[in-house]
Every structure is written in structure tokens, then in C-alpha cells.
């Protein structure tokens, strides 16, 4: 039961904006429509932006762009459901649907950051990091997974209760309990990627990988500016997560939960930042595709170098063949003319039998001569 503005009571099913005051909807305030329309563009645009990405680039970054894809996916249905309650903000359906899927979102989107750590520590030197690039991904992933299993089964117990109009105490725990456990995955996340810095920059410059795939990446202006992003979301995140905490601490009818303000600065526009920095510089884009391109012309510098080795080569044993036969025709020796080249240039046939073998004491300079 509801109390509408002439102090009669009307059953909550069936209240209608002219009917009951909306601090008494689900929302407990009249929701705005501009910043879900907008939010829910932004998000819109921002998964197809990574689906591009992705078919562009041959399929590359596969988990890291489902990571993301899945938690857009659960933005855009969230904001979806707040536009659908814009019109009657009494029907559960939007009220849900909102809070389930903005509830998940941010799990999905962290898990999508700690994919992208080990392409940093790859590009400074795994010598700078205590765990081995590959264990971001093994330890903080699996933890998420079980922020999203307190959360998702907190939120459905909420949600059933809202559609009851019953108590949501015992799911509104369980996502304090999911989201507690997010926030300190974070915090140590967060912990261990401010050792690593420190570590780079002590060891700096004798621990940096020296491969020149990682030289190139590192001096790249979009790899710097992926480290930039890669922060920024991760902070953007750890903020929203710490005021989904401090809002669900009073429950669905607390007080901050009636602060529409709030809500749009702390969970719509933060998740922003987070996901379009991460569509600016992409990490397929400003690492691997660096990464990739380095390698390809340090292959074929190599190649190039290995075939002016291999034209050496073939030109210093065809010399050595030339100078081995060092009587040229008549029984004169061309050796020292070859010699002293440098590399295999023509030698003329006067200056080729200019010195006769002849035998001791005798000159048959101009005997050749006059035979010639």
C-alpha cells in the first residue's frame, strides 16, 4: 500500500505517476530520462566498437573482447529497464532487470582488465613481476567469478522479494558479500600492479625485456597510452564497486539509493570512462598489433642480412677459386693481381700477363711481347 497525494491508500500494483508520489515508486525518485538514453548509447556504441575490433584484427584478444562484450551487454539491459520504467516506475519488470544486470556488469569488466595486466608485464620483463604474467589471469579471474556467483544469487533473492514486496535483507547481504569480496580482489590487484611499477622503475634499465619486439612496444606512443587507459578503468571501476557498497549498505529502501545524482555520477559515468578508455587504446591494437609489426620487420632486417651474408659468401669463394688457379694462360701469374682486390673486379688482359713466370735469370718479357 501506497499513500497518494490526497492521503488515500492505493495498492503499490496500482499506482500510476498521477496516482502516488514517486518517492514511493521502486526508485524512490523520478527517474531522468537524457542520461539512461545516453548512458545506454554510449554502451551501445562501445560493444560494437570491440566487436570491429575484433573482426578487424583476425579474431585477435578473443576472451578479453567477450569479457567485455558480456559486461556492456549487461550495462546496455540495465539502462534498457531504467528507460522502460521511465513511463510507470511501480512495475517490477524494469526495476530488475536494472538492478541484476548493473549489479553484474563491473565483474565482467574487471575480469576483462586482469586479462590485459600480462601484456605489461610482458612488455617491461617478466624479472619485474612477483607472479608470472600468465597468473594474473588464473588467480584473479576465478575470484571474480565468485564475486558474480554472490552477486547474481543475492540479486535474483532481492529481486524475488521486491516482486513479492517482501524483505530483500537476506539477498541484499549476499551482494554486500559478493561485492565486499570484488573490492578486495581489486585492492590487491591494485597492489600488485603498484609493486610491479615500483620494481620496473628501480630495475630500470637492466631487468627490461631486451627482445625487440618489447623495445618497439614500450617506445610506442599507444602502448604508453594503453598503460594510461589501463589504470584509468581499473581506478574507474574500484571507485563504482566502493559506492555500490557504501549504497547497498542501507538496503534498496536506503537513503543513498534515493540519490539519482549519485547514481549517475558514481555508476553510469564511471563505467563510461572505464570502457571507452579501453576502446581508445584497445590492447589488441596498442600492444599486439605493435608487438606483431616489430617482429615482422625484425624478421625480415634478418632476412636481408642473411641473404647479403649469403651473397658474400658466394662472391669470397668464387675470389678464392678465381686466385687458387694462379697461373693464367701462357704460364703467367695473375695472383697478385687478384689479390689485391678488394672484391672481384674485371682484370684486363694486358695488365693480367704483365709478369711472366720465366726461370731464373732470364727475361722473356719481350719475347711474350713479340709473340703476342
Not at 576472451?63 to 549487461?74: E, N, R, S, Y
Not at 550495462?75 to 548493473?102: D, M, P
Not at 599486439?288 to 641473404?307: E, P, R, T, Y
Request: net charge positive.
Amino acid at each position: 500500500m501506497t499513500s497518494s497525494g490526497s492521503g488515500a491508500h492505493i495498492p503499490f500494483k496500482d499506482c500510476t505517476p498521477e496516482l502516488c508520489a514517486y518517492e514511493h515508486s521502486y526508485y524512490q525518485y523520478r527517474l531522468w530520462l537524457a542520461p539512461n538514453v545516453v548512458y545506454g548509447s554510449i554502451f551501445a556504441a562501445s560493444l560494437l566498437g570491440y566487436a570491429l575490433v575484433y573482426a578487424l584484427t583476425r579474431r585477435r584478444g578473443g576472451l578479453f573482447t567477450l569479457c567485455m562484450v558480456l559486461g556492456l551487454a549487461c550495462e546496455i539491459a540495465g539502462y534498457a529497464g531504467r528507460v522502460a520504467s521511465w513511463r510507470n516506475q511501480w512495475r517490477a519488470a524494469g526495476f530488475i532487470v536494472q538492478v541484476t544486470n548493473l549489479t553484474f556488469a563491473p565483474a565482467f569488466l574487471s575480469a576483462a582488465v586482469y586479462l590485459c595486466l600480462r601484456k605489461i608485464v610482458r612488455a617491461f620483463g617478466d624479472a619485474n613481476s612477483r607472479i608470472p604474467p600468465a597468473w594474473y589471469a588464473r588467480i584473479f579471474i576465478p575470484c571474480d567469478i565468485l564475486c558474480l556467483l554472490a552477486q547474481s544469487g543475492g540479486g535474483t533473492l532481492s529481486a524475488l522479494a521486491v516482486k513479492q514486496r517482501s524483505s530483500t535483507d537476506t539477498g541484499d547481504s549476499i551482494v554486500l558479500v559478493g561485492l565486499s569480496l570484488q573490492v578486495a580482489t581489486l585492492l590487491v590487484f591494485i597492489g600488485l600492479v603498484v609493486d610491479f611499477a615500483v620494481r620496473t622503475y628501480l630495475n630500470s634499465p637492466s631487468a627490461l625485456d631486451p627482445h625487440p619486439a618489447m623495445v618497439a612496444v614500450r617506445a610506442s606512443g599507444r602502448f604508453r597510452g594503453f598503460a594510461a587507459a589501463l589504470a584509468l578503468s581499473t581506478v574507474c571501476i574500484f571507485v563504482r564497486c566502493v559506492f555500490r557498497i557504501v549504497e547497498m549498505s542501507g538496503g534498496y529502501a536506503g537513503p543513498l539509493m534515493a540519490r539519482q545524482d549519485l547514481f549517475v555520477a558514481f555508476e553510469g559515468f564511471m563505467i563510461s570512462v572505464a570502457v571507452l578508455a579501453l576502446n581508445l587504446f584497445h590492447p589488441t591494437l596498442c600492444f599486439d598489433s605493435v608487438a606483431a609489426a616489430a617482429m615482422a620487420a625484425a624478421a625480415a632486417q634478418s632476412a636481408a642480412k642473411s641473404a647479403d651474408l649469403k651473397r658474400s659468401i658466394s662472391v669470397n669463394s668464387l675470389e678464392r677459386d678465381f686466385v687458387g688457379s694462379s697461373l693464367g694462360p701462357g704460364g703467367y701469374d695473375t695472383s697478385s693481381k687478384v689479390s689485391r682486390s678488394s672484391s672481384f673486379d674485371v682484370i684486363y688482359e694486358e695488365e693480367a700477363y704483365e709478369r711472366p713466370i720465366n726461370p731464373p735469370g732470364r727475361d722473356l718479357t719481350k719475347r711474350f711481347s713479340k709473340r703476342v
